[in-house]
């Protein structure tokens, strides 16, 4: 997909292995993509350590951008200051994900130094740069970029930390013959209701990978689900479990069908 795909493409710069060389928050990227001033956009969607990136999940709800691929990238952070500084440490800041992603060490070597969660990676190491009374995590790209020294490399708390990636556009991407589908449903609050979703996948034996929960927001204790699942909306059998599932909920949102990276 990448090598076919020459288009410029934002990248978040969420989480470590930084493929962040702009200052973007998640909701910069799916704005750039929407208004066309970027063909492409790269945003986080599920650490291994944290699990999901909300804010994604939640950008999906407004917007009507199309998933067009995913990727998993191993995830290193790094502990970052302006070279030889001088002044006491005050600050501590990153990612929210990324500093929960380094809790234990963070704990153990600065635990009484304040933390605080900005837009990103970039961001922070941004900040770092700006400051030597303030230490940011981010990866080594973003150390390069702003100048700064890498005190202390690989300080996740889990060394096989991994981040999935989705790549997120205007257009729809084609079959592949090892497909997944994204979708996003809204249910009525009453007993039963993620059963009554579901089942129809059981019937026509269509594998689920993930399902997730979030409040819809509109007061009323209802949910929206996001669901991942084996196939492509091309695929005859997936077309008919989404008539049936729209039968069954409030609202039915395709959020993309795209190569899987699952073997």
Known sequence: FFKQKTAYAI??????SEMC???????????AVESGSANFGVVPV???????????L????????NICAEVELPINQCFLRKPNASEALREIVSHGQSLAQCRSWLDSHYREIPRRSVASNAEAARLASEDSGVAAVAGEIAANQYGLSILTPNIEDNPGNKTRFLVIGRQKTGTSGNDKTSILVAVRNKSGALYEVLEPFKDMAIGLSRIETRPSGSGDWSYLFFIDFDGHVEDQKVDRVLAKVKELTLSLKVLGSYPSTSV
């Open 21 to 31: 060389i702009r200052d973007r928050s998640i909701d910069e990227v799916f704005r």
């Open 46 to 56: 599920e650490n291994s350590t944290e699990g999901m990136v909300s804010q994604t």
């Open 11 to 16: 990248l978040s710069g969420l989480v470590g």
């Open 58 to 65: 939640d950008c999906f709800v407004r917007s009507n951008l």
